[in-house]
C-alpha cells in the first residue's frame, strides 16, 4: 500500500446524448461519448489521495473538490460509493482527497470520479479492472464510464446490467478536430434536471426506440474510417435530445449558443463540414476532421468566436507524486 498517488482523467462530451436515468443512475437506454482535452492535455481533472493513518476503527474520507469540501446528496453519494469500495478491497484508513479541475467547460463530473476510482485502485494496490472500476463510479456520475475508459465509448444497458467499452482510441481519432467554444451564463442546468424533464416528453419513447439506429449508424462509420458520416449522426442525436428538452420547457441552448449552430448549419452550406455536440453544459463543441480544421477555426475566428482547440483524449492516467 502506497501512502500518496496523484492520477488525471480527462473531461467527456456526448456522441449519443445521455438523457434519463434510474433512481439508482443507471441510463435508460445505451450513450456514447468522447474523452477530450486541449491540445497540450492540461484541461483535466487532477486526483490526488493521500492516506492519514491505517490505524483507525472505521474508514473515513475527507474529500475536497476545488478545496471546498463536497457535501449534499451527491457529496454522500460519492463518500458513500468510495466507502463501499475501500470494503470491498479490505481496506480500513483515514484518508484525504482533493480534486482539482483545470480548465474545464463541461464534463468534470466524469473526469472527477474517473480519477477518484483509478487514484484509489493505485493507491491501494487492489489492481482491479476497469469493469469492476464502473460501477462505483458510476454512483457519483452517470456517465463516468466515459472518462474512465477514454477515447470515443459505448455504454450498454442490458437490463439492469451496465458496461463500457471503448470503440476507438485517442490514437484511433487523431484526425477528429474538436473546438471548444464555451458561454458565460449565470447559472447552468443540472444533471438531474435534464434527466428529470426530458422523460417527461411525449416523444422520449421515440427517441429511445430509435437509439439502436444510431448506435449502429456510428459504429458503421467508425468501421468505414468515416469520421464526418459519425459526426453527422452525433448531431442528429444531440439536436434530438435538445429538442425533447425544449419541448419540456427546459432550455440549454439559449439564444446565443444557437447563432452559433446557425453558423455551423451555414459551413455546411459552403461545404465546410462542421458540426456541433452540446451536452447539458455552458458549451458548444465544434467537430470536423483535420481535412478542414483550419478552414473551420478560421471560419469561427472571422464570425468572432472565442475557441480552443481540443483533441480526443486518453483513459486516465497516474502520475508520481
Not at 464510464?145 to 463500457?164: A, D, F, M, P, Q
Not at 426530458?198 to 468515416?226: C, G
Not at 456541433?276 to 477555426?297: C, D, E, R
Amino acid at each position: 500500500m502506497k501512502q500518496k498517488t496523484v492520477a488525471v482523467a480527462f473531461p467527456t462530451i456526448p456522441i449519443i446524448f445521455l438523457g434519463g436515468i434510474t433512481p439508482n443512475r443507471k441510463p435508460l437506454y445505451d450513450t456514447m461519448g468522447l474523452a477530450v482535452t486541449s491540445l497540450d492535455e492540461t484541461t483535466r481533472t487532477e486526483t490526488t489521495v493521500d492516506i492519514n493513518s491505517t490505524n483507525v476503527k472505521e474508514i473515513s474520507v475527507d474529500f475536497y473538490l476545488n478545496s471546498e469540501k463536497i457535501s449534499g446528496l451527491r457529496g454522500n453519494q460519492i463518500i458513500s460509493s468510495i466507502k463501499s469500495f475501500m470494503e470491498m478491497g479490505g481496506v480500513k484508513a483515514s484518508i484525504k482527497i482533493q480534486s482539482y479541475n483545470y480548465k474545464i467547460f463541461s464534463g468534470s463530473s466524469d473526469s472527477g470520479l474517473a480519477a477518484v476510482f483509478i487514484a484509489l485502485n493505485d493507491l491501494f494496490e487492489l489492481n482491479y479492472t476497469n469493469d469492476e472500476l464502473l460501477e462505483h463510479s458510476m454512483k457519483g456520475s452517470e456517465s463516468a464510464g466515459r472518462s474512465l475508459y477514454g477515447g470515443l465509448t459505448h455504454t450498454i444497458v442490458e437490463n439492469e446490467t451496465i458496461k463500457v467499452e471503448q470503440l476507438a482510441s485517442d490514437k484511433k481519432l487523431k484526425d477528429l478536430a474538436l473546438f471548444s467554444v464555451p458561454f458565460q451564463f449565470d447559472s447552468r442546468i443540472s444533471a438531474d434536471e435534464i434527466h428529470k424533464r426530458i422523460v417527461t416528453n411525449t416523444s422520449f419513447q421515440n427517441r429511445v426506440i430509435k437509439i439502436p439506429e444510431w448506435v449502429q449508424r456510428i459504429k458503421s462509420s467508425l468501421k468505414d474510417d468515416d469520421l464526418i458520416s459519425l459526426l453527422d449522426t452525433a448531431e442528429e442525436n444531440i439536436r434530438n435530445a435538445h429538442e425533447l428538452l425544449e419541448g419540456a420547457n427546459l432550455i440549454i441552448r439559449k439564444p446565443e449558443m444557437m447563432k452559433l449552430c446557425d453558423d455551423i448549419h451555414k459551413m455546411r452550406e459552403d461545404n465546410l463540414l462542421a458540426y456541433f455536440l452540446i451536452g447539458g453544459g455552458n458549451l458548444i463543441t465544434v467537430a470536423t476532421t483535420s481535412q478542414y480544421s483550419k478552414q473551420v477555426s478560421e471560419e469561427l475566428a472571422n464570425l468572432n468566436w472565442t475557441f480552443y482547440p481540443f483533441k480526443v483524449a486518453s483513459e486516465p492516467k497516474i502520475l508520481n507524486p
